[in-house]
């Protein structure tokens, strides 16, 4: 069985602060990982997946993330926050070919002027 | 390049309803997978189909079923509509073929209002 757990439902931060998502998963077997962004009223979009090759992941919109097997961990960062990164956050763990998603709660990330 | 279309994007029915939500995969998709996202949650698994077939199934009761045409378009159906079932509903599609990650591309959703 696979899980994913998101710490904080709600992040705040300033505008050209650092933006740190966290995400912890569970996986019986070697995983593959993936952020998506979902803006209000709309579906869900893929900021960046993790699929072995790297460690380090960059995804679009100067996201970023890194895979720690030792600490089954793969947090979401950004260097600085920009007034359009508002939006919820959703990491989430699968397999191969057609297996399915499975989503953490997600994290609002707020971002003042 | 044409995503994932979904249908209709806001309904509102009363308790005891049927609906039926329909989505149109990304162009080269054969899969289609539904999510259910309730207010202030992440997306849960409902199924998956593939060459028409209900290939894999989340923790959710038979009122909720699902079709697969030939043309790889999706319906989701769900009879007897209870107030929990009020949520926004994500069709997901994705190609089998690929052995890597499977990547998910999602439909903006329906908005499903249950009275």
């Known amino acids: 069985a696979q899980s994913v757990t998101q710490l904080g439902s709600h992040v705040s931060v300033s505008e050209g602060a650092l933006v740190l998502l966290r995400c912890n998963y569970s996986?019986?077997?070697?995983?593959?990982l993936f952020w998506y962004v979902q803006y209000p009223n709309q579906g869900l979009q893929l900021l960046l997946k993790?699929?072995?090759?790297?460690?380090l992941v960059k995804g679009i919109n100067g996201f970023e993330a890194e895979f720690k097997k030792s600490e089954t961990s793969f947090h979401l960062t950004k260097p600085s926050a920009h007034m359009s990164d508002a939006a919820e956050y959703f990491c989430?763990?699968?397999?191969?070919?057609?297996?399915?998603?499975?989503f953490g709660k997600g994290t609002m990330l707020l971002v003042s002027p | 390049d044409a995503g994932v279309t979904q249908s209709p994007t806001h309904l509102i029915k009363t308790r005891g309803q049927q609906v039926t939500l329909r989505c149109s995969p990304k162009?080269?998709?054969?899969?289609v997978s539904w999510y259910q996202q309730a207010l202030g949650q992440g997306p849960q698994f409902i199924f998956q189909?593939?060459?028409?077939?209900?290939?894999q199934r989340g923790n959710f009761p038979d009122r909720f079923s699902g079709h697969q045409f030939p043309n790889y378009s999706s319906e989701l159906n769900v009879n007897a509509l209870l107030l929990g079932d009020s949520a926004l509903y994500l069709c997901?599609?994705?190609?089998?073929?690929?052995?890597?990650?499977?990547?998910?591309?999602f439909g903006a959703g329906s908005r499903l209002t249950v009275l």
């Open positions: 997901a599609s994705s190609w089998t073929g690929y052995s890597g990650a499977n990547v998910l591309t």
């Open positions: 996986s019986s077997v070697p995983p593959y």
């Open positions: 993790y699929t072995s090759a790297a460690t």
């Open positions: 989430a763990v699968g397999g191969t070919g057609y297996s399915t998603l499975t």
């Open positions: 162009s080269g998709h054969d899969t």
């Open positions: 189909y593939y060459e028409e077939e209900e290939r």
